[in-house]
């Protein structure tokens, strides 16, 4: 009816994405990203069906084509490829690992079944997804996986370094994987390393002039996504501050507090 | 709890309070009886009727999914914390625009509603209540009520308008309005005077779904209230080469720092003003123009409060009624350009005859005016209240979503309808604002 209607990239074939923790506000505004340019066919996969709907209803609301599936992206006895073959047949263009967790970290340290439940959700299961869809997209010959790590895991902080080294196994991992894809060019393994971003994740922290929304991240995410790039800090400034924390000596980084 | 510090876009006091912050609906739960409570979204309103201090700040605006969107009736029903700004986004592109729309788009839903905003087409479409198909009200006692035209109507008249007293609107229904585009045709027309302004009102109320003016509040002698007034129609006829429906960009300049309180004075301001008048020649002009920099010309300078320093800026909008005629705005105008505080940001509008629903709502026919004063302390405040006696006087009100300092016998004399409000408020709801107006409730 409208020529110019709510899908501008109409023309282009839909992008077909999974997301593992479809409730992320990253993973949702990577998928708004992607919608402003192309049609956009999601399926997410997470535990909270209530939430799940939710966001599935406002995807829909904003002209994307979105389904989900309750299964927790941490549950290591989930066979990923089966399910994802029954519930995405075809291509698969984009595999999004966005679950996670960001426990207050003192209470973790004199509790180690929270603190392995942590590094379990952010770091073996996500590596056990990843590999998985790595294998598909080695299958399919092509295809984006993008997985959120963080600046935390650049360097280990008193203050964050559980959370943070979840973060750097996983990110450890993907540049092993993209290592051993970088023969195939039609596959991309994008890292995404968000900063400080105002998300339900972060809605204990009390906001500073570093936050940024999570429109911006999931707007900087996409662009990395589209373009194959390994590595992303949301925004790129992230990089500045993480080199100079991470090319403090020792001797200076231990008296400050961060 | 968590505490945090919460400010209004005035940025004169600030609030430290202990913060529950919920980002899905099912997180939407009592808090403990003993604790005053009150939604928080954007905190776009200028004094104190989105704080409170020494209770609990409910941030809404994680609250941020739609829920439906009919594109072909135009129906949209979202979660209370989703912005103007995000409206937009989805409903330009399938050819819908905003019923109505206050000068920002920086604003949730669920604050729209609470202080029944109203914006430039209000002479033709009435306040956002008259347009407000439904919402639910999460109650302190953890009942949820649907709300609607008929249904629940008393509850539906007072949160509309109802500054987040009587619940927590968890999400709102609205019909938007159909555009031929993204783009509007646009006069601009120089005037002297209050009656001039009052003959352009006249003229143009018929033909122009949306008309404002900005009047230069410092201008004295032959200058004396002189302004521009802006009148636009969405049209079809959008630029050549140009989207039709296209969708405003993220503001790309900001006010990183809070400048220092001399920045914006009498002399910078009455420099300002007489840029800004000299921009339009004498005869007017007309153009073509996107919505964004029509209705939102300040949100492309994002954090703009900050220009006014540390200790903030007060905005006195005012409407008094029409039978009082120009008569009240005349005084008014003399007593600012007198008083030599500065007013950066004046805006006249006529508002029109439709009623909206809200036992609160502000406007009324009549004649509003907004403006904007750096805190100077005292004297700035003993202009306000030497205004208040010229809208006493006239019949008129101020509008709480701006207030900071109305008095509570002002408010009532004002508001007529809070003898229908107040026992609709849930007793553990309250604001800064409330508690300075109605003290004794």
Redesign the interface.
């Known amino acids: 009816m409208n020529t110019n209607d709510t899908t501008p990239g109409a023309a282009k074939p839909p992008l077909n994405a999974v997301v593992f923790g479809g409730t992320s506000a990253i993973a949702q505004s990577i998928l708004h990203a992607a919608a402003r340019e192309r049609s956009v066919r999601a399926l997410l996969l997470g535990r909270n069906e209530q939430r799940l709907q939710s966001v599935k209803n406002d995807l829909t609301a904003r002209g994307l084509n979105a389904s989900f599936q309750c299964a927790d992206p941490a549950d290591a006895a989930i066979a990923w490829e089966p399910l994802l073959r029954a519930a995405m047949p075809g291509k698969i263009d984009l595999f999004l690992v966005a679950h996670g967790e960001l426990p207050e970290q003192e209470p973790l340290l004199n509790d180690p079944a929270a603190m392995a439940r942590t590094l379990q959700v952010n770091f073996i299961s996500a590596a056990v997804i990843a590999t998985a869809c790595a294998r598909m997209l080695e299958q399919q010959g092509g295809g984006s996986l993008a997985v959120i790590g963080s600046v935390a895991a650049d360097r280990g902080r008193a203050s964050n370094f559980v959370y943070g080294s979840s973060k750097a196994g996983l990110e450890t991992l993907l540049e092993g994987m993209r290592h051993r894809l970088a023969r195939n060019p039609a596959i991309h393994v994008t890292t995404i390393k968000p900063g400080l971003t105002d998300t339900p994740m972060t809605a204990g922290i009390p906001k500073g002039p570093l936050f940024s929304s999570a429109e911006k991240v999931g707007a900087i995410s996409w662009k990395a996504i589209k373009n194959g790039k390994p590595v992303a800090y949301a925004p790129a400034w992230w990089w500045v501050i993480l080199t100079i924390v991470r090319l403090l000596p020792r001797k200076i980084f231990y008296r400050t507090k961060m | 709890m968590?505490v945090?510090?919460f400010q209004s876009w005035g940025r004169v006091q600030a609030v430290r309070s202990p913060c529950a912050?919920w980002?899905?609906?099912?997180q939407a739960a009592p808090l403990p009886a003993q604790d005053k409570r009150l939604a928080y979204g954007l905190g776009r309103s200028y004094g104190d009727s989105c704080l409170l201090s020494g209770g609990v700040m409910i941030r809404t605006r994680?609250l941020n999914?739609?829920?439906?969107?009919d594109?072909e009736t135009g129906v949209?029903r979202?979660e209370a914390g989703v912005s103007l700004s995000e409206i937009l986004?989805?409903a330009v592109?399938?050819?819908w625009f905003l019923p109505t729309s206050p000068g920002t788009r920086f604003i949730t839903l669920a604050g729209a509603i609470a202080n029944d905003i109203h914006g430039k087409n209000h002479h033709a479409a009435g306040a956002i209540g008259c347009h407000v198909r439904r919402f639910c009200v999460l109650r302190s006692d953890g009942t949820r009520w649907e709300c609607g035209p008929a249904q629940n109507e008393r509850l539906f008249a007072a949160t509309i308008g109802g500054l987040g007293l009587t619940g927590v609107i968890l999400w709102a229904e609205i019909q938007l309005a159909r555009v031929p585009s993204a783009w509007l045709n646009v006069e601009l027309i120089p005037f002297t005077g209050v009656n001039e302004f009052m003959a352009l009102s006249a003229d143009s109320s018929q033909k122009w779904e949306h008309t404002v003016a900005w009047f230069d509040a410092a201008a004295q002698g032959k200058n004396f209230a002189r302004g521009i007034y802006i009148r636009g129609n969405f049209t079809a006829g959008s630029p050549a080469g140009q989207?039709?429906?296209k969708v405003h960009a993220?503001p790309r300049l900001g006010v990183?720092i809070t400048m220092p309180n001399c920045t914006l004075n009498m002399w910078s301001v009455r420099a300002f003003n007489a840029l800004y008048f000299h921009r339009v020649p004498r005869s007017g002009r007309k153009l073509i123009q996107h919505y964004e920099p029509f209705f939102y010309p300040l949100d492309a300078l994002n954090g703009w409060s900050r220009i006014y320093g540390r200790r903030g800026f007060f905005q006195y909008q005012s409407v008094t009624p029409e039978s009082a005629g120009a008569q009240p705005l005349v005084e008014m105008a003399r007593e600012i350009s007198a008083s030599g505080e500065a007013s950066f940001l004046a805006v006249l509008k006529t508002f029109g005859p439709r009623v909206s629903p809200g036992m609160l709502s502000f406007p009324k026919p009549g004649i509003t005016l907004a403006l904007d004063f750096p805190n100077r302390g005292r004297s700035t405040l003993a202009l306000f209240n030497r205004l208040d006696a010229i809208v006493r006087a006239a019949g008129g009100r101020l509008y709480p979503a701006k207030d900071s300092r109305m008095s509570g016998e002002d408010f009532r004399r004002g508001y007529p309808g809070l003898n229908d409000f107040l026992p609709q408020v849930d007793r553990a709801f309250c604001s800064d604002f409330w508690k300075r107006v109605a003290p004794e409730f």
């Open positions: 968590r945090d510090e912050d980002s899905w609906l099912d994680g999914k739609l829920i439906q969107f594109r949209l979202a986004e989805v592109p399938a050819g989207n039709p429906r993220p990183p």
